[in-house]
T-cell receptor, first 116, second 109 residues
Framework: NAGVTQTPKFRILKIGQSMTLQCTQDMNHNYMYWYRQDPGMGLKLIYYSVGAGITDKGEVPNGYNVSRSTTEDFPLRLELAAPSQTSVYFC???????????????FGEGSRLTVL | GEDVEQSLFLSVREGDSSVINCTYTDSSSTYLYWYKQEPGAGLQLLTY?????DMKQDQRLTVLLNKKDKHLSLRIADTQTGDSAIYFC?????????FGAGTTVTVRA
């Protein structure tokens, strides 16, 4: 079972470039999330989705876009990359319902992005 | 400001108990969680507690909840080197988990 798979694991971007972080889960989970992790700041929610075709903003959505055309995939798009977007990005998923209430979020291994 | 607050660092001697503290602000939170992050990895759920409970014990882990003070703690008994990690407190709001900044626990011999 692959779980939650993120690609790429590392990427260096120049200011103004665009890229997409890919996230795929094979657990048939309804809920998917993108978080960014900055030192001493914990995890901040960027976007989330409660099912295919439904997305919503989290705490820090500016500079990012998402789509959820299938249950499995939840890509995160960075447009016009800025140094402030240098961070580690985590994708997570949950089945929802009781699993969500008991905290069963499954995280990918993270994507480290540097914008220079 | 942060909805969930934690101290950033804790150093503990191997074999001693570790206590990690957390305060949260949303009194309507029904579930609270502790996650663990090992170096280079994503977060993994350690344990959770429902808001109508004061305490939950799971092997070496004890979670204490003080709803009046909105205070959550995680005690790790007989701390081992494998317990060195970042520990995150989190609360559930509207399908979303809000995380604290994480407490880095270092276990020294």
């Amino acid at each position: 079972n692959a779980g939650v798979t993120q690609t790429p694991k590392f990427r260096i971007l120049k200011i103004g470039q665009s890229m997409t972080l890919q996230c795929t889960q094979d657990m048939n989970h309804n809920y998917m999330y993108w978080y960014r992790q900055d030192p001493g700041m914990g995890l901040k929610l960027i976007y989330y989705s409660v099912g295919a075709g439904i997305t919503d903003k989290g705490e820090v959505p500016n500079g990012y876009n998402v789509s959820r055309s299938t249950t499995e995939d939840f890509p995160l798009r960075l447009e016009l990359a800025a140094p402030s977007q240098t961070s580690v990005y985590f994708c997570a998923s949950s089945y929802g319902g009781l699993a969500l209430y008991t905290g069963e979020l499954f995280f990918g291994e993270g994507s480290r992005l540097t914008v220079l | 400001g942060e909805d969930v607050e934690q101290s950033l660092f804790l150093s503990v001697r191997e074999g001693d108990s570790s206590v990690i503290n957390c305060t949260y602000t949303d009194s309507s939170s029904t579930y609270l969680y502790w996650y663990k992050q090992e170096p280079g990895a994503g977060l993994q759920l350690l344990t959770y507690i429902f808001s109508n409970m004061d305490m939950k014990q799971d092997q070496r882990l004890t979670v204490l909840l003080n709803k009046k003070d909105k205070h959550l703690s995680l005690r790790i008994a007989d701390t081992q080197t494998g317990d060195s990690a970042i520990y995150f407190c989190a609360e559930l709001n509207d399908y979303k988990l809000s995380f604290g900044a994480g407490t880095t626990v270092t276990v020294r011999a």
